[in-house]
């Protein structure tokens, strides 16, 4: 099945953007820069309430092969759209610049009224303008994007290429970002740019991921811990399953549960829901239920217990010996918890976390914002045939498209090719 990892593929990718930035611009580009997906483990919808996560960075990037100009114009061509966006560095100001008064410290901010350009690129120009607003001396350049994170799947194809043009415009340009402010840049430009009100999860993953672990963040301090996790030496692996329904369609989904969370905790009178302990959530649940109502409740309830189960789910993978169904019965509880409190599950990921888990997976669960895209198992090797025949036929049972299969292989984050 197409779940052994094709190792060839980094190079040919990296020699596919050299080449086709020389195709595109008539030069040799001073460099690659790669920048991976994710996949977020356990701890949904948690990231803006200043709760935990647990991603990993996976082996599917975005690369971004440029060099600089010698001009003010940046030059952004993506392959898979074949789509080119050119832009005047100078003209990248206007709104949220000059005099802003916004708080440069706060991660989640209103988006600009009027970007100069909006779709797809407005991710790597909102990069660009970002940096710009943050002083760092942003050059002219040429950039070949191409990626091998598929679009809208929840596996953050958006976060990749945000990392992946921050390291390359900072590559031809001549200076550094640490990984925190290449993280937290980038999130800001997808927030205030791009217009997408997400938390710092996807862009953490994408710039801190480490070959073989997840990572534990702690969102309210930005802390990573890389955690070993070794599904190997199990004999198991993370199957992603991407039920290839764009979650494009729940937009408004997301931002309607993050203001929900964010006046659940105006009432309650704390900063954010992370400050809601176990403890306390049936007094807050019955608080919240008479105050606004039972969903805002309900979704109370997710992101209290979702943390929870983060610290959990950690604290099993420091055991020995490692209890995989101690760790997949987590997975399932956060995925009845994002089904049925905060409902930003789908048809299709149900359907797949109740038929891999039916074939024999430990667990599995919904995987990023929801509303579609993909859904992860936890499985054994020996039955990973069978996990996957029997996912298959249960969409075309029901009409639904053919899913697509890959390992979850946790993998380095945003770097340089050498
Ligand atoms: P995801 O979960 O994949 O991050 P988003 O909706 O956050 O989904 O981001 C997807 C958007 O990011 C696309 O609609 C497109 O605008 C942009 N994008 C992602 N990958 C690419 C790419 N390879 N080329 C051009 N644009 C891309
Ligand atoms: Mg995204």
Not at 68 to 85: G, K, M, N
Not at 328 to 342: C, E, F, I, K, V
Request: proline share 5%.
């Amino acid at each position: 099945m197409a779940v052994s990892l094709d190792t060839g593929s980094v190079a040919s990718t990296v020699d596919g953007a050299r080449r086709g930035f020389h195709e595109r611009f008539g030069s040799e580009p001073a460099g690659v820069w790669a920048a991976p997906g994710r996949v977020n483990v356990i701890g949904e919808h948690t990231d803006y309430n200043d709760g935990f996560v647990l991603p990993m960075a996976i082996d599917r990037a975005c690369y971004a092969a440029a060099a600089p100009r010698q001009d003010r114009t940046l030059r952004v061509y993506a392959a898979q759209l074949d789509e080119t966006v050119e832009i005047s560095l100078d003209a990248l100001v206007g709104p949220g610049s000059a005099g802003d008064s916004r708080d440069a410290a706060d991660p989640a901010m209103a988006p600009l009224a009027e970007p100069a350009v909006r779709g797809w690129a407005g991710y790597p120009v909102g990069v660009a303008w970002i940096l710009q607003q943050a002083g760092f001396p942003v050059g002219g350049a040429d950039v070949y994007l191409t990626s091998t994170v598929p679009v809208g799947s929840g596996l953050s194809s958006s976060a990749a290429l945000e990392c992946a043009t921050a390291l390359a415009l900072a590559g031809v340009s001549g200076f550094e970002l640490t990984t925190a402010e290449l993280a937290r840049h980038t999130q800001r430009a997808e927030n205030i740019y791009a217009g997408v009100p997400c938390g710092p999860l996807d862009q953490m993953s994408s710039a801190f991921g480490q070959d073989g672990s997840v990572l534990y963040i702690d969102t309210r301090s930005g802390e990573v811990r890389p955690q070993p996790f070794d599904l190997a030496a199990e004999n198991a692996l993370l199957l992603i399953i991407d039920t290839r329904v764009s979650h494009a369609h729940g937009e408004n989904g997301y931002a309607d549960r993050r203001s929900a969370c964010e006046r659940a905790a105006e009432f309650l009178g704390v900063a954010a829901l992370r400050d809601v302990s176990v403890a306390e959530l049936p007094e807050s649940f019955a608080k919240v239920s008479v105050g606004l109502g039972e969903t805002f409740a309900r979704r109370l309830r997710h992101v209290v217990t979702e943390d929870a189960r983060v610290e959990q789910f950690v604290e099993i993978l420091n055991q020995e010996p490692l209890s995989l169904p101690r760790l997949g019965h987590r997975m399932m509880q956060s995925h009845a918890s994002l089904r049925d409190d905060y409902e930003v599950s789908a048809p299709e990921l149900d359907l797949a976390v109740a038929t891999a888990v039916a074939a024999g997976a430990h667990g599995a669960r919904m995987t990023g914002g929801g509303f579609g895209g993909s859904a992860i198992a936890l499985v054994d090797r020996d039955l990973l045939d069978d996990v996957r025949a029997a996912v298959v036929a249960a969409f075309a049972e029901h009409g639904y498209t053919e899913p697509q299969f890959f390992p979850a292989v946790a993998s380095a984050g945003a770097h340089r090719i050498p």
